[in-house]
C-alpha cells in the first residue's frame, strides 16, 4: 500500500467512514420530489477523507423514477449517469482537502432533486501563510461627489477593532479586472429591448485599458467575450441574446469570482438582473459564504421586475452591500446612462490598501473590516472577509 493510499485510509477509519453513508443533507432547500423517489449519496461519505481515485455513487429508489444523475465536484460537472448503477469515478487529487460534492437527480415526471456532502480537509496540511487583504475604497464628500488625491497617511485601517499597518497602497484609475453578467431568462422577457441597449451601453463606455469578461445565463451560465476580446466584439455578442429559461443567479455570481480571483490587481463584477433565482445549484447563503473570501467588488443592475419588486430588491442590496458595492434600480435608459456614468467614474475614482492582518490564524472565522480617512465622513469598503484557508476557499 503506497503512502498516499495509507494516509486516507487512516483518516477514512477516524472519521468513521462508511461507503453506505447516511443521507446527505439537501443544502439547496426543499425540492420537488415524489413521495415514491428515496434519493441519496452513498459515497463519498459527509465529512470522510478523500484522496485520489474516488468512486461517487447514488441510489435512486425506484430507479425508473429518473432520466438521469449528474454529479458535480466543486460546482463542476464529473458525469452524467442515465441508468443504475448511479455510479462514476472522480480523482479527488493527492491532497487531502474539503469538497463539495452535488447530486443532481432530474425526475423522469418532472422536476428535480439535489443532495449534497461535504468531504473533509486534513487540518494539519492547511497553509498557515496569511496572504495580503486587499480592500477597495470610494470615497465621497457631503453633496456625493468623488474624493480624489487622498495619500496613503489619510486612511486607517482596523480589523476586529485592532488598527492594521497598510502595506500596499494605489490611487485612483488602476487597470480594472472587469466581469459583466447578463441575465437573459424568460422572467427577463419584457426587459430584453432595454436591457440589450443598456448593456451596450455600458460596455461601449468601458476604457479600453480594463479587461472586461461578458457572461449570460439562463439554465446555465456560458461565455459570450472572453476578456482578450474588443469591445466591438463584446456588444455584437449581447445583440444576438434571446430570453429563455430558468435563471441561475447565485451560480453565475460564484462563476464570477472564480473568474476574477484567478486575476490580480482590482475586481468587479456587474449583474445585470431581476434578482430572481429560480435554478442555482447554489444558494443565496453559498454566494455569501463565497463573496465573504474574494476581494470583489460587486455591483447589481436591477432590470425587470426587479426595479419594482420589494424582496427581489433586498436580495440584490444584500449581496452587494458587504462588498463596498452598490445596487442600482432603474428601468429608462436615460437614466442608465447616468447611473453608467456613476458606475465607471466610482470605478475610476477608487483607492486599493492591501494589509498583512495581525491575527494570522485561518480558523474560517468572519474579521470585520473598518476604513476610516481623516476628514472624510462618507468612506464604503468591504465590510469584512472570513479568514479561510486557501485550500478551501473556492466553493
Same mark, same amino acid.
Given at each position: 500500500?503506497?503512502?498516499?493510499?495509507?494516509?486516507?485510509?487512516?483518516?477514512?477509519?477516524?472519521?468513521?467512514?462508511?461507503?453506505?453513508?447516511?443521507?446527505?443533507?439537501?443544502?439547496?432547500?426543499?425540492?420537488?420530489?415524489?413521495?415514491?423517489?428515496?434519493?441519496?449519496?452513498?459515497?463519498? $461519505?459527509? !465529512?470522510?477523507? +478523500? #484522496?485520489?481515485? @474516488? &468512486?461517487?455513487? /447514488?441510489?435512486?429508489?425506484?430507479?425508473?423514477?429518473?432520466?438521469?444523475?449528474?454529479?458535480?465536484?466543486?460546482?463542476?460537472?464529473?458525469?452524467?449517469?442515465?441508468?443504475?448503477?448511479?455510479?462514476?469515478?472522480?480523482?479527488?487529487?493527492?491532497?487531502?482537502?474539503?469538497?463539495?460534492?452535488?447530486?443532481?437527480?432530474?425526475? $423522469?415526471? !418532472?422536476?428535480? +432533486? #439535489?443532495?449534497? @456532502? &461535504?468531504?473533509? /480537509?486534513?487540518?494539519?496540511?492547511?497553509?498557515?501563510?496569511?496572504?495580503?487583504?486587499?480592500?477597495?475604497?470610494?470615497?465621497?464628500?457631503?453633496?456625493?461627489?468623488?474624493?480624489?488625491?487622498?495619500?496613503?497617511?489619510?486612511?486607517?485601517?482596523?480589523?476586529?477593532?485592532?488598527?492594521?499597518?497598510?502595506?500596499?497602497?494605489?490611487?485612483?484609475?488602476?487597470?480594472?479586472?472587469?466581469?459583466?453578467?447578463?441575465?437573459?431568462?424568460?422572467?427577463?422577457?419584457?426587459?430584453?429591448?432595454?436591457?440589450?441597449?443598456?448593456?451596450?451601453?455600458?460596455?461601449?463606455?468601458?476604457?479600453?485599458?480594463?479587461?472586461?469578461?461578458?457572461?449570460?445565463?439562463?439554465?446555465?451560465?456560458?461565455?459570450?467575450?472572453?476578456?482578450?476580446?474588443?469591445?466591438?466584439?463584446?456588444?455584437?455578442?449581447?445583440?444576438?441574446?434571446?430570453?429563455?429559461?430558468?435563471?441561475?443567479?447565485?451560480?453565475?455570481?460564484?462563476?464570477?469570482?472564480?473568474?476574477?480571483?484567478?486575476?490580480?490587481?482590482?475586481?468587479?463584477?456587474?449583474?445585470?438582473?431581476?434578482?430572481?433565482?429560480?435554478?442555482?445549484?447554489?444558494?443565496?447563503?453559498?454566494?455569501?459564504?463565497?463573496?465573504?473570501?474574494?476581494?470583489?467588488?460587486?455591483?447589481?443592475?436591477?432590470?425587470?421586475?426587479?426595479?419594482?419588486?420589494?424582496?427581489?430588491?433586498?436580495?440584490?442590496?444584500?449581496?452587494?452591500?458587504?462588498?463596498?458595492?452598490?445596487?442600482?434600480?432603474?428601468?429608462?435608459?436615460?437614466?442608465?446612462?447616468?447611473?453608467?456614468?456613476?458606475?465607471?467614474?466610482?470605478?475610476?475614482?477608487?483607492?486599493?490598501?492591501?494589509?498583512?492582518?495581525?491575527?494570522?490564524?485561518?480558523?474560517?472565522?468572519?474579521?470585520?473590516?473598518?476604513?476610516?480617512?481623516?476628514?472624510?465622513?462618507?468612506?464604503?469598503?468591504?465590510?469584512?472577509?472570513?479568514?479561510?484557508?486557501?485550500?478551501?476557499?473556492?466553493?
Amino acid at each position: 500500500m503506497s503512502v498516499r493510499a495509507f494516509v486516507a485510509f487512516v483518516f477514512a477509519l477516524a472519521a468513521g467512514f462508511s461507503s453506505e453513508g447516511a443521507d446527505a443533507s439537501d443544502r439547496m432547500g426543499p425540492s420537488p420530489q415524489p413521495p415514491s423517489a428515496r434519493v441519496r449519496i452513498l459515497s463519498p $461519505a459527509d !465529512g470522510a477523507f +478523500v #484522496v485520489g481515485p @474516488t &468512486r461517487l455513487r /447514488a441510489e435512486v429508489e425506484p430507479s425508473d423514477a429518473t432520466s438521469s444523475v449528474i454529479f458535480f465536484v466543486d460546482g463542476l460537472k464529473v458525469c452524467t449517469v442515465a441508468a443504475p448503477p448511479f455510479e462514476c469515478e472522480w480523482d479527488a487529487g493527492s491532497v487531502i482537502t474539503e469538497h463539495l460534492v452535488r447530486l443532481v437527480v432530474n425526475l $423522469a415526471a !418532472g422536476g428535480r +432533486v #439535489v443532495r449534497t @456532502t &461535504r468531504t473533509a /480537509a486534513a487540518e494539519f496540511a492547511e497553509t498557515i501563510d496569511v496572504d495580503v487583504v486587499k480592500v477597495t475604497v470610494t470615497v465621497t464628500d457631503e453633496r456625493g461627489r468623488y474624493v480624489n488625491g487622498l495619500p496613503r497617511s489619510a486612511f486607517r485601517v482596523s480589523e476586529d477593532g485592532r488598527p492594521q499597518t497598510i502595506s500596499h497602497f494605489f490611487q485612483e484609475d488602476a487597470p480594472l479586472e472587469l466581469v459583466v453578467a447578463v441575465d437573459m431568462s424568460e422572467s427577463m422577457a419584457a426587459a430584453i429591448p432595454t436591457l440589450k441597449k443598456a448593456v451596450q451601453g455600458f460596455l461601449g463606455a468601458v476604457p479600453p485599458r480594463h479587461a472586461v469578461t461578458v457572461l449570460g445565463f439562463n439554465d446555465d451560465v456560458f461565455t459570450l467575450a472572453r476578456r482578450a476580446g474588443d469591445a466591438a466584439e463584446r456588444i455584437k455578442a449581447v445583440e444576438a441574446l434571446t430570453s429563455w429559461g430558468s435563471t441561475v443567479l447565485y451560480d453565475v455570481i460564484l462563476q464570477g469570482a472564480d473568474l476574477l480571483d484567478s486575476q490580480t490587481g482590482r475586481k468587479a463584477l456587474v449583474v445585470f438582473t431581476d434578482g430572481h433565482d429560480s435554478r442555482s445549484f447554489a444558494t443565496i447563503a453559498d454566494v455569501e459564504r463565497r463573496l465573504q473570501t474574494s476581494d470583489l467588488t460587486l455591483y447589481m443592475i436591477g432590470q425587470g421586475q426587479g426595479i419594482t419588486s420589494a424582496p427581489l430588491k433586498d436580495v440584490m442590496e444584500r449581496l452587494s452591500r458587504p462588498t463596498g458595492g452598490r445596487a442600482f434600480f432603474t428601468e429608462r435608459i436615460d437614466e442608465l446612462h447616468d447611473i453608467f456614468g456613476e458606475l465607471l467614474e466610482e470605478l475610476s475614482q477608487q483607492y486599493g490598501l492591501g494589509y498583512q492582518p495581525t491575527n494570522r490564524a485561518r480558523d474560517n472565522t468572519w474579521r470585520q473590516i473598518k476604513v476610516d480617512v481623516d476628514g472624510q465622513p462618507r468612506v464604503r469598503a468591504r465590510q469584512g472577509y472570513r479568514a479561510v484557508s486557501s485550500s478551501s476557499q473556492r466553493r
